[in-house]
């Protein structure tokens, strides 16, 4: 079953401009995470935000939760050709007290491509 | 350097037969998972393990088979009862709240 669901499916911008990327899910999490995945390789990790986190940044890079939306937004600012990527959002829908491994529940992902 | 190390990268397979795709971590932790990805769609979760000599099912395990008889190593066997294997498959691992990370995938196709 897929929780996250990532808005927009496609978005193209150009070099220089800010990409925001949006993440909806359902249930309730431990933590959410944000991915990014080059074509045909795996995937690489961006960022971490817990349950009790609102905002994180990391770079260029800037993730805000809700979570009484059900919510999480990534933006990329001052994009780069290099950018060009699919990025999946990632819910561990544990709650925060319990343990054991995340069983990480992706949504379909965003294809970002940053134009030169 | 640590990571996680998936092989081979690319593998193909006639029907009927069974295949097992091979993961390694030197990163100390503790679970492992398998994902499969197909074309345009997110991760979907195969089997999981959280210690050695023990493993879960995922939300698609059936046609696959996995074992953990170290903590390093999660191979995953994709027998022929899998009616449909061709697919990109994704190894993972974690230790306990910190990021999961992955391997660089393992691209399956029947020939």
């Known amino acids: 079953s897929q929780q996250g669901e990532e808005d927009p499916q496609a978005l193209s911008i150009q070099e220089g401009e800010n990409a925001t990327m949006n993440c909806s899910y359902k249930?309730?999490?431990?933590?959410l995470q944000w991915y990014r995945q080059n074509s045909g390789r795996g995937l690489v990790h961006l960022i971490l935000?817990?349950?009790?986190?609102r905002e994180k940044h990391s770079g260029r890079l800037r993730v805000t939760l809700d979570t009484s939306k059900k919510s999480s937004s990534l933006l990329i600012t001052a994009s780069r050709a290099a950018d060009t990527a699919s990025y999946f959002c990632?819910?561990?829908?544990?709650?925060?007290?319990?343990?054991?491994?995340?069983?990480?529940?992706f949504g379909k992902g965003t294809k970002l491509t940053v134009n030169p | 350097d640590g990571g996680i190390t998936q092989s081979p990268k690319y593998l193909f397979r006639k029907e009927g037969q069974n295949v097992t795709l091979s993961c390694e971590q030197n990163?100390?932790?503790?679970?492992m998972y398998w994902y499969r990805q197909d074309p345009g769609q997110g991760l979907r979760l195969i089997y999981y393990?959280?210690?050695?000599?023990?493993?879960q099912k995922g939300d698609i395990a059936e046609g696959y088979s996995v074992s953990r008889e170290k903590k390093e190593s999660f191979p995953l066997t994709v027998t022929s009862a899998q009616k449909n294997p061709t697919a990109f498959y994704l190894c993972?691992?974690?230790?306990?709240?910190?990021?999961?990370?992955f391997g660089q995938g393992t691209r399956l196709t029947v020939v």
């Open positions: 990632a819910t561990d829908p544990r709650f925060s007290f319990q343990g054991g491994s995340e069983k990480l529940v």
């Open positions: 935000i817990r349950s009790n986190e």
């Open positions: 393990s959280q210690i050695v000599n023990d493993f």
């Open positions: 249930t309730s999490i431990n933590n």
């Open positions: 993972a691992s974690s230790i306990e709240r910190r990021p999961t990370l």
């Open positions: 990163l100390n932790h503790d679970a």
